[in-house]
């Protein structure tokens, strides 16, 4: 994925993931005005005609939780709302094979 990565940040998305209009942009300017290197977004579980289904991937309790126990209890940050900048990306990737999941591998990466 580096090797073709040419921004400063990137989204990451699943196939059937879908973005707001504003999303990209609002995570730049929150990134720039805090001076941060990751921002994450909530995301809506939605049917095929983009209902939201009022079911969350969130964990709420993500930012609190030890890495250890984040790892063991599976609790991670959906791919699809990391919104990263490169020098994050380089240490997140690539995942390595045999990985169940991609969103427990860059929640739990050095």
């Known amino acids: 994925m580096l090797l073709i990565m040419q921004g400063e940040y990137v989204h990451l998305l699943?196939?059937?993931d879908v973005l707001l209009p504003n999303c990209i942009e609002r995570c730049y300017i929150a990134s720039y005005q805090d001076r941060l290197s990751a921002v994450y977004h909530g995301l809506a579980v939605v049917n095929?005609?983009?209902s939201p289904m009022n079911?969350?991937?969130l964990d709420l309790n993500?930012?609190?939780a030890a890495r250890a126990e984040a790892i063991v209890g599976l609790k991670s940050i959906p791919s699809g709302s990391w919104f990263i900048?490169?020098?994050i990306a380089s240490k997140i990737?690539?995942?390595p094979q045999g990985i169940p999941y991609e969103d427990i591998w860059m929640s739990g990466s050095n």
Request: glycine letters at 6%; proline letters at 6%.
């Open 48 to 50: 095929r005609q983009l």
């Open 55 to 57: 079911i969350s991937l």
């Open 62 to 64: 993500f930012a609190a």
């Open 85 to 87: 900048a490169r020098e």
């Open 14 to 16: 699943g196939a059937d």
């Open 93 to 95: 990737f690539p995942i």
